[in-house]
């Protein structure tokens, strides 16, 4: 099992950033792909960002060049950096992790809210 905690979002208006946090933690190994989704009120899950532990994210068409992923060298953790945020950017996002290969995301935090006040 593994387990996601996210942390850092909050509300803020249109044009700053956030920075939100995802922390891996249980039987965790670098065969792990962690991924970023946001879910908005009445809309399904959509993929912002994915990353192997050990290669470069790939982003979704509709946050690239505004949203980036990294990793921390040091601890298992992930963040999404979020810049340029609009009012449509308000949703829950969510980590999620699979094992490299698998078809679907296996493990899931219990999301974080961001809000954009425009």
């Known amino acids: 099992q593994v387990q996601l905690l996210e942390s850092g979002g909050g509300l803020v208006q249109a044009g700053e950033s956030l920075r939100l946090s995802c922390e891996a933690s249980?039987?965790?190994?670098?065969?792990?792909?962690l991924a970023w989704f946001r879910q908005a009120p009445g809309k399904e899950r959509e993929f912002l960002a994915a990353?192997?532990?050990?290669?470069?994210?790939s982003y979704a068409d509709s946050v690239k060049g505004r949203f980036a992923m990294s990793r921390d060298k040091v601890k298992t953790m992930v963040y999404l950096q979020l810049n340029s945020l609009k009012p449509e950017d308000t949703a829950v996002y969510y980590c999620a992790a699979k094992w490299k290969g698998a078809p679907k995301y296996e493990y899931w935090g219990q999301g974080t809210q961001v809000t954009v006040s425009s």
């Open positions: 990353r192997w532990w050990g290669g470069d994210p």
């Open positions: 249980g039987r965790w190994s670098s065969n792990y792909v």
